[in-house]
């Protein structure tokens, strides 16, 4: 599975213009953690975090004694921060990206190694797409019916309407070939191993049991 098969698109993004205030609206309301940043043409130059937002943005409140305020000649400095208008002046400017056609478990790895919850897709430097963990956890979360009638499709299309015979059990994919063709039960494989909530393929032949040539999708949520 590659990240374009996970992948959401279009991209809600922001640019280094966009005000600080309209960004969070754009994650309040979409329930986003982060927003891509954009130049004009759409080449990735930031993101956006939950965290970079609110960073110094709240005043503190005059009602509460603060065990560790700031003090200016013996009285709590209470005053208002000055905080960045825009975007572009509280964003990281040092993003990882990675291509569409990169395998979606190297995209979870660089994912958890970093703690991101997002991880941009781009095409060069132009954004292409966006990998979430709710993108991943909703391919997860697919169901069994959904998940083979994906599968079925992917296989009439290479070997006919009648060959295959396709069961899957919790995102566990079983491929039975009439023909008991090595080359093709390979390309079956490669084939079911592409489709969102798949976590494991086994192919077998019309008379071996079950239980043989298992081969399991690297794990998606660490």
Known sequence: MRARDLMSTPVITVTPKTSVKQAATLLSSHGFTALPVVDDDDRL???????DIVQDRFPRDPRYRHAYANYVDGTADDSIPTVAATVGAVMTAAVTAMSADTDVVDVVTAMLGSSVRSMPIVDGSRLVGIVTRRDLVRALARNDQAIAADVRRRLRMYGGPDRWSVEVHEGQVIISDEFDDATDLHVATVLA??????TGVHTVGPDKPREVAERPVGRLIG
Not at 45 to 51: D, L, R, S, W
Not at 193 to 198: F, K, L, N, Y
């Open 45 to 51: 130059v930031g993101i956006v975090t939950e965290a």
């Open 193 to 198: 191993e592409a489709i969102p909530g798949v």
